[in-house]
């Protein structure tokens, strides 16, 4: 499964962005749909899981309730609505696939298998 992620770009504080990572190959040996971030001079963390199948979701609880991650299973999609944007939230952020992972393990990155180019994400003040 390959990967490509878009949509990052500046925004100020309190703005809104929607990310998006298309999915090209066998994506339907994939069991969730992962964002993952990572600010400079810190450890990449988990934002979002979504499963493919049911579309069931997960959110980080620094995001719940201004990020929201949907897919779109015609385009091969996934996106991340982010609302309320904090400075806090300006990293890279990167889309990545899970064939074998289960619910108690998707927020370790080291559960995906598949990883995307990431994009700049950047809250001003």
């Known amino acids: 499964v390959q990967l490509q992620a878009s949509g990052g770009g500046v925004v100020q504080a309190g703005g809104s962005l929607r990310l998006s990572c298309a999915a090209s190959?066998?994506?339907?040996?994939?069991?969730?749909m992962g964002w993952f971030r990572q600010a400079p001079g810190k450890e990449r963390e988990f934002v979002a899981a979504?499963?493919?199948?049911?579309?069931?979701?997960y959110y980080a609880d620094s995001v719940r309730d201004r990020f929201t991650i949907s897919r779109d299973n015609a385009k091969n999609t996934v996106y991340l609505q982010m609302d309320s944007l904090k400075p806090g939230d300006t990293a890279v952020y990167s889309c990545?696939?899970?064939?074998?992972?289960?619910?108690?393990?998707?927020?370790?990155?080291?559960?995906?298998?598949?990883w995307g180019p990431g994009t700049q994400v950047t809250v001003s003040s």
């Open positions: 979504i499963k493919w199948n049911g579309g069931a979701t």
């Open positions: 990545a696939a899970a064939r074998h992972a289960i619910t108690s393990s998707i927020r370790y990155y080291s559960s995906y298998d598949n």
């Open positions: 190959g066998p994506i339907f040996i994939t069991r969730f």
